[in-house]
């Protein structure tokens, strides 16, 4: 079995919180909680912890299991990983542990751990198999609750102004009542003949292995309010329900049963529950966030990341509409393009300081890939006239004019962006204010996505019956087509330049790195290459760049090449988008690929390729989902937030797009 001190697993609520933890019972980040909560804005609200540990003591006649793994700065105390022999995660974390008893024989306890979307909380069920008869009475399962109440980037502290309240409403019903700085209600449905013994004590010192490992405070303190104590029988299910509202209508055994079934009727028609496909639209789901007010958000990634425009416009498709959420995926574009702002969509809707943040290049761009694929998936021609067109021309407009950030046209018609000081592609690292990846001027991937935003708005026009702006329009981006050619093929090195500085006019700077950006000139809706480019293109990439979890950032030979992402922020930084490799890259490279190489060719590399997607699915830091970056070096070891959207979005779309081939097709017909 693999090291349960660091396997995670992770539960979304749908609202933008969600639980987290390690198999084994230990704490390794400050992210790991029961109920890690957001408001009813949904991910770009401030989350705060709450139940932070629920830790189980099995008593059988006279003997005590503990199964918890407390894991403090001076030891480990107590260890009860070391019951535990199998675990699961789909459809959600289980742990089955083995309990010897000299007389009765082996038990077989198990734990499980599900996220109510019905009711935004987590229910936790146990059952107790292999007692005898005479034991039937004499077996109680007694829960120690911890409680961090604080925002989740902090680790929590013991507070002189903490206070916990509990009131007991009606048979086996509680509310927790805290007051501190993260004022906050819990309500505890209890299965029948529940007592709680409320008793207040400060846990002090708990390690968080993961913080000190990315350079952070790796010490914390948990408050516990009092254990929890019920009868527990012979294959009997005894279920939980934690929650910030009050639910009395329903039993926690038919949340949870309800929770089943909503994520059975997610997947795909002919499609057996566990396979790879399967298993990706179960990932995708967690990413998913509906409002109090309606709005649909994808977040993207756990367990620190909010809702950020280039994420969710990429991972649109894999999220939304190859899982057929076409009602989700209109809800999401409606919404962004409501934060246009001199034609950009935001980075990011909401940042410490509060307004959205428009510091992006490329957002806006992918904004119209992601109307385009939806339409070619929908044929939703009154969103099209009514939201995608408008906010089609908006962008156009400023993009000619000039807009924030010095993102505007040069004489040639491409793309400049950015200044020496800022990020505005997704290789946006920074440290001290200093880009880690310069990449102002023409973006290869920036102008690839200009010259399709042309073609796209020239599409949506002539579906309008706009004749005479279509034909314009499409005459311009044919000519920006064979601008882009002229300016970023390189010859010589047999791809394109990742980068040009300087204007039309001006002595021109290439940066000829070899990184994937170049990829969405073959795999956007109108593709740029030509054949033998985009051969070359694909050659270059699979010696250098491709790995069996993603795509490397950079070539390893480049003397700027960083093969582990490890160490303090600044280290981190450096390696970022130096050679680390993106899962969600895959995806452009799949496409590609199913484009210019032979159809056998393309099924062999294509079929390995997931091949050891699926084995890293079920493998990874959190079985069931997939991380945002990977060491560039091998083993290529996990790392980043535990579960990212687009890591799961890409690979799901180009498995089902170009793999199997299921779906409209999406390369726009010129």
């Known amino acids: 079995m693999d090291d349960l001190r660091f396997l ?8 933008g919180g969600f639980s987290s933890g390690v198999y084994s019972g230990q704490q390794n980040r400050r992210y790991h909680s029961y109920s890690i909560r957001s408001g009813d804005g949904g991910a770009d609200e401030m989350r705060s912890s709450v139940l932070a540990r629920v830790d189980e003591i099995l008593y059988v006649g006279d003997l005590a299991f503990e199964l918890s793994r407390r894991v403090f700065a001076n030891g480990v105390q107590p260890d009860g990983s070391r019951f535990i022999t199998a675990i699961e995660y789909t459809p959600w974390p289980k742990i089955t542990y083995q309990l010897s008893t000299p007389e009765h024989g082996d038990l077989i ?3 499980e751990i599900t996220a109510i979307e019905k009711t935004r909380g987590v229910v936790l069920a146990y059952e107790l198999g292999g007692m ?4 039937q009475h004499e077996c ?7 409680f961090a109440c604080c925002p989740y980037h902090q680790l929590p502290r013991e507070r002189e102004d903490f206070s916990c309240e509990v009131e007991s ?7 927790f009542k805290i007051q501190s700085e993260g004022d906050c209600l819990l309500n505890v449905q209890a299965p029948p003949g529940s007592s709680f013994h409320e008793d207040g004590d400060w846990y002090n010192d708990f390690y968080y292995q993961t913080e000190k490992e990315r350079g952070y405070d790796f010490s914390g303190d948990l408050f516990r309010a009092g254990r929890l104590s019920f009868p527990i029988g012979s294959s009997q299910r005894s279920a939980l329900h ?3 509202i009050s639910v009395s209508e329903n039993q926690p055994q038919d949340l949870q049963q309800g929770e089943k079934e909503r994520r059975a009727g997610l997947l795909p028609v002919g499609a057996s529950p566990g396979s790879f496909y399967s298993e990706l639209v179960l990932a995708a789901d967690k990413f998913l966030v509906r409002t109090a007010s309606g709005q649909t958000q994808i977040v993207a990634g756990f367990p620190w990341f909010v809702s950020w425009g280039r994420d969710t416009m990429i991972s649109l498709s894999g999220i939304c509409l190859v899982p057929s959420r076409y009602e989700e995926a209109k809800n999401l574009l409606t919404n962004w393009a409501s934060y246009i702002k001199q034609g950009l969509i935001p980075n990011r809707l909401s940042t410490p300081e509060g307004p959205p943040d428009y510091n992006t290049a490329d957002a806006s761009l992918w904004y119209l890939v992601a109307a385009y694929r939806y339409f070619q998936y929908t044929k939703d021609k009154e969103s099209l006239a009514e939201i995608f067109l408008p906010a089609a021309k908006e962008i156009l407009q400023w993009h000619r004019t000039g807009t924030l950030y010095g993102i505007g046209v040069d004489s040639d018609g491409l793309l400049l962006a950015g200044s020496s000081s800022t990020q505005l592609t997704w290789m946006d690292a920074m440290y001290d204010g200093v880009p880690v990846t ?7 991937e920036i102008n690839a996505l200009w010259v399709n935003a042309l073609f796209i708005t020239s599409y949506f026009c002539r579906e309008m019956g706009e004749s005479r702006e279509a034909e314009a329009l ?4 044919c000519m920006l087509r064979e601008s882009f050619l002229a300016l970023f093929w390189r010859p010589q090195v047999g791809y394109f330049a990742d980068c040009i500085t300087g204007k039309v006019g001006e002595e021109l700077s290439y940066d000829v790195s070899l990184r994937p950006n170049q990829l969405l000139a073959l795999s956007l809706p109108v593709p740029l290459a030509n054949q033998e480019q985009g051969k070359l293109v694909i050659q270059s990439v699979r010696q250098h760049l491709l790995t069996p979890v993603g795509l490397r950032t950079l070539s390893p030979l480049d003397p700027r090449y960083k093969g582990v992402y490890s160490g303090e922020l600044a280290e981190r930084d450096e390696a970022y988008h130096q050679g680390t490799v993106w899962p969600y890259l895959i995806g452009g490279y799949v496409t590609a690929l199913k484009r210019y190489e032979a159809e056998q060719d393309f099924s062999s590399e294509a079929e390995e390729i997931y091949r050891g997607f699926e084995s890293e699915l079920r493998k990874g830091d959190v079985p069931g989902s997939l991380n945002e970056i990977y060491d560039g070096d091998a083993p290529h070891r996990p790392r980043g937030a535990f579960a990212q959207a687009w890591s799961v979005a890409e690979v799901l779309r180009s498995f089902v797009e170009d793999y199997q081939g299921i779906g409209p097709e999406t390369m726009l017909d010129l």
């Open 8 to 15: 995670e697993w992770l539960e979304a609520s749908g609202d």
């Open 109 to 111: 306890f198990t734990k």
């Open 132 to 135: 005898s008869g005479e034991l």
């Open 140 to 146: 109680r399962l007694e829960l120690e609750l911890f």
């Open 169 to 175: 409403f009606g048979e086996d019903r509680y509310c």
């Open 242 to 244: 934690f929650s910030k």
């Open 438 to 444: 310069p990449r102002s001027g023409k973006a290869v």
């Open 474 to 477: 499409s005459k311009e981006a």
